[in-house]
C-alpha cells in the first residue's frame, strides 16, 4: 500500500505513551495564528475560497482562466486515482481540486494547498505541533511511517465539528530525522501519540498535506 494515502483511518481507541528525552536540537517557534483574507479562507465542509462543492471546471475557467488549469489524476490511496485541476496561482496560492466525476462537473474536496490558504483559527499548511495544539489543545495523531502517517484526530478537540472534514497530516522538520532517530522510530507506525509526547515533539512536526472535503454529506 503506498504512503500517506487520502483516506481517513478510524482511530483506535488507545494511545501510546513515551518516556522523557533530552532537549531537542532544532526549534520551531508558534507561528502567531491570523485569520486569512476571505480569498484565501477554508471552510471545512463548505468552501476554499470561491470553490464550493457546486463549483465546475467551467467554474474554474471563468474563476480563474483556463491558462492556470491542468487537468491531472490525482491518488486518493490504496491504488485509487480520482480526476483533479491543477489551479496554478503561485507557489503559496496554488491548490488542486479533486472531482466526484470524470466529467469534472462538481468538486468533492481540495488539496496541495499553498501556505496562504488557511482556517478561520489559522491553520494551514507549515503549521506546527504547537500551533495545533494552542488551537486544539491536546490531540493525538498517528503514527509516522505508513499509510496515514502523521494523520490529526479531531475528535474530542476544539474543532471537532471538523471530523472527517478536514484532514491534516504532518511530518517531522527536515532533518530531525536523521539528528533524533531515536524519536523518530519510537512515534513510528499504526498507533496513536498524544502531542505531548516528547519524542514526537523532539521532532517537530509541521503540515505537509490538507484535505478539505467540500460538503458535510
Do not use: C
Not at 474554474?60 to 491542468?70: I, Q
Not at 532517530?181 to 498524544?194: I, K, R
Request: charged share 20%.
Amino acid at each position: 500500500m503506498p504512503r500517506n494515502s487520502d483516506s481517513v483511518p478510524t482511530a483506535p481507541s488507545s494511545s501510546s505513551s513515551a518516556s522523557p528525552i533530552s532537549s531537542p536540537v532544532i526549534a520551531a517557534p508558534i507561528q502567531e495564528a491570523t485569520a486569512p483574507a476571505a480569498e484565501f479562507l477554508i471552510v471545512p465542509g463548505e468552501r476554499v475560497g470561491q470553490i464550493t462543492a457546486t463549483t465546475s471546471f467551467e467554474d474554474l475557467v471563468r474563476l480563474y482562466g483556463a491558462e492556470r488549469l491542468t487537468n491531472q489524476q490525482f491518488s486518493v490511496g490504496e491504488g485509487e486515482m480520482r480526476p483533479a485541476t491543477r489551479i496554478d496561482l503561485g507557489e503559496t496560492r496554488s491548490l488542486t481540486v479533486i472531482w466526484k466525476d470524470e466529467n469534472r462537473t462538481q468538486a468533492e474536496a481540495v488539496s496541495q494547498l499553498g501556505t496562504d490558504w488557511k482556517t478561520a483559527e489559522g491553520i494551514g499548511m507549515d503549521s506546527t505541533l504547537a500551533d495545533l495544539q494552542a488551537v486544539l489543545g491536546s490531540f493525538q495523531l498517528y503514527g509516522f511511517g505508513w499509510d496515514y502517517s502523521g494523520t490529526v484526530v479531531l475528535t474530542g478537540t476544539k474543532l471537532a465539528q471538523y471530523n472527517n472534514l478536514l484532514i491534516l497530516r504532518l511530518a517531522p522538520q527536515p532533518g530531525t530525522i536523521e539528528a533524533r532517530s531515536a524519536d523518530f522510530e519510537a512515534v513510528m507506525g499504526d498507533q496513536l501519540f498524544n502531542s505531548d509526547n516528547p519524542h514526537l515533539q523532539a521532532l517537530y512536526p509541521s503540515v505537509n498535506r490538507i484535505i478539505v472535503r467540500l460538503s458535510r454529506n
